[in-house]
């Protein structure tokens, strides 16, 4: 596909908060979600070439976010504990119920990095599980079973 800088940051900005809020659920520190995203678009840009409809453009850049996620989630192996955790929920949950946004921050936080993923692109990115198994080259089947074991657990720590 080509792109000129304007188009590239139209798109862009149609789904950044989308990619900043999965990156912020899945790494749970604001920097690094800031990092993460604008490591992700700068490859985006200089890869746009690689893309072949513009339709595609927030999957595609969900999968490069995605991968970056996992990158720095294996750099840090020991992962934030609860009480220095950062928030990644939106501000409207937090004002709403602080106490519910605690509790499902904790929730999620039991999930394997794999869980919060699929969690994580379902919730935030808005995808189904079709799309999820293409952006985690993953079997749909298993994604939609991942995802439901996910909820499980989430549900479990919240009762």
């Known amino acids: 596909m080509k792109c000129d800088g304007d188009t590239f940051a139209k798109m862009y ?4 908060q ?30 746009i070439g690689k893309l072949r409809k513009e339709e595609a453009f927030k999957s595609w850049m969900f999968t490069i976010l995605a991968n970056q996620c996992k990158k720095r989630f294996r750099e840090r192996e020991n992962l934030v504990s609860l009480d220095q955790e950062k928030t990644f929920f939106s501000a409207e949950t937090q004002e709403t ?6 509790d499902v921050r904790k929730a999620f936080a039991v999930l394997p990095e ?15 599980s079709r799309e999820i198994s293409r952006i985690l080259r993953m079997n ?19 009762e």
């Open 97 to 102: 119920d602080p106490g519910l946004a605690l």
């Open 18 to 47: 989308d990619l900043y809020r999965f990156a912020l659920c899945i790494l749970r520190d604001r920097q690094e979600a800031e990092d993460a995203v604008g490591e992700a678009v700068l490859a985006g840009y200089e890869n």
């Open 114 to 128: 794999e869980e919060q993923m699929i969690v994580g692109l379902s919730v935030f990115g808005g995808y189904t």
């Open 140 to 158: 749909e089947h298993t994604v939609r079973s991942r995802k439901r074991r996910a909820l499980e657990k989430m549900e479990c720590v919240l």
């Open 13 to 16: 900005q149609s789904v950044y």
